[in-house]
């Protein structure tokens, strides 16, 4: 996988070689071993990408209140796809009962995350000490021509961490 993913980023114009591109081997929930492999110094990273894979971490609050707010830099991006919990409760029903059999082939995949809300509403604290959304600005919305009742309801986001925390 890895292999395929620098072809890509290479092909884009991003090289390990000067530091555009960092492909890491470790967990998203590790922040300490990343921030270790990137040098060591407090939010180092321009963007964070996460592609269908918020949905299996165990505790994906938590990993990504970490990871931005020591691994992003202020006015980094974090841009995501991922699919989540629909909105409708017909459809939130499905996906609360396949839950429980899909985790067990699919390492731990939760249909029934609403990770995109997760995103939303992330608090940090501002240098002035009032809390604030992390976000300086937020853009979310779905995958073109998927319908609404679709058991992989997905959403796409591109955040951008507040300059002030």
Not at 44 to 53: C, H, K, N
Not at 56 to 77: A, M, Q, Y
Not at 119 to 148: F, H, I, Q, Y
Request: glycine fraction near 8%.
């Amino acid at each position: 996988m890895h292999s395929h993913i620098r072809a890509i980023a290479n092909d884009a114009g991003f090289v390990e070689s000067d530091g555009s591109l960092a492909i890491l081997s470790c967990g998203a929930e590790d922040t300490q071993s990343i921030l270790s492999q990137l040098g060591g110094k407090p939010c180092p990273v321009d963007t964070l990408i996460s592609i269908l894979t918020l949905c299996s971490i165990p505790s994906p609050e938590e990993t990504l209140n970490s990871l931005v707010r020591d691994v992003l830099k202020p006015g980094g991006k974090f841009l995501f796809y991922e699919h989540v919990l629909s909105p409708r409760k017909d459809v939130a029903w499905w996906q609360r009962f396949w839950t429980p059999i899909w985790r067990v082939p699919f390492d731990g995949c939760r249909l029934d995350r609403p990770t995109h809300l997760f995103a939303e509403r992330m608090m940090a604290t501002a240098k002035n000490g009032d809390m604030v959304s992390m976000w300086g600005s937020k853009e979310l919305w779905g995958k073109d021509g998927e319908p609404e009742e679709h058991l992989f309801w997905h959403r796409v986001g591109r955040f951008v961490k507040r300059l002030d925390t």
